[in-house]
């Protein structure tokens, strides 16, 4: 079964910094997705970002871009001059043959 | 408002009676999934549905548990018998085609047990 693995409960970021949150995980399917979604306060969950598995230049929307390392099976995300409205829980997730498989998410705190 | 919409959002039941959470996916999306979230904890996977056939259900989903789309627009997700361990966010999601687009998400349907 996939599996998705955030080992950062939590970050934090000053804001206009730059920060990276990181996302493992575990397939052996070759044609895949991976998403990274957001999740304010109010609770719904909005895409930031996606890549598909068959490309390999690298997601970017706006101050978001990943660094996706197939062979490493590794999806992190990076958020650029981050933002007080950047304060949220990030998940990683994926998605194949199945439906979406999320993380346990990130905690991103943003210091004024 | 053309999004995933989820009533109530809101919903505190006694142990033992049975509840039921409607969704409303985005109108052109066949394909139609529902979610748990727990405090700290990433969404869980529950079933899916493509148009009107649920196609997966998960280990989660308990007897308790029924999940309908009857005419392939709306669905239901109803709960018997509740239990504390049942308290939960139950989140909804629709996609056009799985994987290849994003699917989005309602805002979820706030279940206290008490």
């Known amino acids: 079964a996939q599996t998705v693995t955030q080992s950062q409960p939590e970050m934090s970021v000053q804001e206009a910094e730059t920060v990276t949150l990181s996302c493992t995980y575990d397939t052996s399917e070759s044609d895949y997705y991976l998403f990274w979604y957001k999740q304010p306060p109010s609770r719904q969950m909005i895409l930031v970002i996606r890549?598909?598995?068959?490309?390999?230049q690298n997601a970017t929307e706006n101050r978001f871009s990943v660094n996706f390392q197939k062979a490493a099976k590794s999806f992190s995300l990076k958020i650029s001059d981050s933002q007080l409205g950047d304060a949220a829980m990030y998940f990683c997730a994926y998605t194949g043959n199945t439906p979406l498989v999320f993380g346990k998410g990130t905690r991103l705190s943003v210091i004024a | 408002d053309t999004g995933v919409s989820q009533d109530p959002r809101h919903k505190i039941t006694k142990r033992g009676q049975n509840v039921t959470f409607r969704c409303d996916p985005i109108s052109e999306h066949n394909r139609l999934y529902w979610y748990r979230q727990t405090l700290g904890q990433g969404p869980e996977f529950l079933t899916y549905?493509?148009?009107?056939?649920?196609?997966?259900k998960s280990r989660l989903l308990s007897d308790r548990f029924s999940a309908e789309r009857p005419k392939g627009s709306f669905s239901t997700l109803e709960i018997q018998r509740t239990e504390q361990g049942d308290s939960a966010m139950y989140l909804c999601a629709s996609s056009v085609l799985q994987g290849r687009t994003e699917a989005f998400f309602g805002q979820g349907t706030r279940l206290t047990v008490v």
């Open positions: 890549q598909e598995a068959y490309k390999q």
């Open positions: 549905f493509q148009n009107e056939a649920q196609l997966e």
